[in-house]
Nanobody, 126 residues
Framework: QVQLVESGGGLVQAGGSLRLSCEAA????????MGWFRQAPGKEREFVAT????????YYADSVKGRFTISRDNAKRTVYLQMNSLKPEDTAVYYC???????????????????WGQGTQVTVSS
């Protein structure tokens, strides 16, 4: 079992930055890949970024590439999402997710994530 707790969301003006954190409790953190997803009001949840077990490989949605950076600190059992040059269309609830034990490779597919956090709200004003 893995428990995920996100933090760092808030209200920011367009062009600003935020850093989201997701701390994991439970199984060995370095044994699985992690991802960030988001859901805007009235829209389906969508992929944002993913990172492999060691942090050596990552993948981004086209909409955030060059602006967002995913990273992880296995010693702190935490994955981060640094968000720069934020736009109003980035407004959403952001969720972190963990793959099952032994699934070490990054993936953008939601169905391949087994554990989900409760989400943190990010609001970008114009």
């Amino acid at each position: 079992q893995v428990q995920l707790v996100e933090s760092g969301g808030g209200l920011v003006q367009a062009g600003g930055s935020l850093r989201l954190s997701c701390e994991a409790a439970g199984r060995t953190f370095s044994s699985f890949a992690m991802g960030w997803f988001r859901q805007a009001p009235g829209k389906e949840r969508e992929f944002v970024a993913t990172i492999n077990w060691s942090g050596s490989s990552s993948y981004y949605a086209d909409s955030v590439k060059g602006r967002f950076t995913i990273s992880r600190d296995n010693a702190k059992r935490t994955v981060y999402l640094q968000m720069n040059s934020l736009k109003p269309e980035d407004t959403a609830v952001y969720y972190c997710a963990a793959r099952s034990s032994g699934s070490t490779l990054e993936t953008p597919y939601q169905s391949r994530y087994y554990y989900w956090g409760q989400g943190t709200q990010v609001t970008v004003s114009s």
